[in-house]
């Protein structure tokens, strides 16, 4: 059953086909890929349903697309308090430094 395991890694097709295919259960996306992959879905989620309600349904993911790294909770404190996509990429940016 996969229906929840997607909010925040929507690499687990990529993970169950490979791991299907060879067995092996190829390494987690790094910053950067989970950056780029949340920032489209927060652009999207803009453009479908305007900025404001677009950045509110987003709060829910940025917990499950940064789960697991060290000292993320200022940075999900941010995510879940900006009120703009333009604060919501600035913030994507601090993480992206700090992790790096």
Do not use: C
């Not at 997607?6 to 990529?14: E, S, T």
């Not at 950056?35 to 803009?46: A, G, P």
């Not at 479908?48 to 940064?66: A, C, N, P, Q, T």
């Not at 940075?75 to 879940?80: C, I, S, Y």
């Amino acid at each position: 059953m996969v229906a929840r395991g997607v909010y925040g890694n929507p690499w687990i097709f990529r993970e169950i086909k490979s791991y299907l295919e060879t067995g092996i259960i190829p390494e987690l996306p790094d910053v950067d890929e989970r950056i780029k992959i949340s920032s489209i879905q927060l652009e999207k989620s803009v453009n479908w349903k305007g900025e404001r309600r677009g950045v509110l349904e987003m709060r829910k993911h940025w917990s499950d697309y940064f789960k697991g790294y060290p000292n993320f909770k200022p940075f999900r404190h941010k995510l879940v308090n900006v009120e703009t996509q333009a604060e919501i990429l600035d913030v994507l940016s601090q993480i992206k430094k700090y992790y790096h």
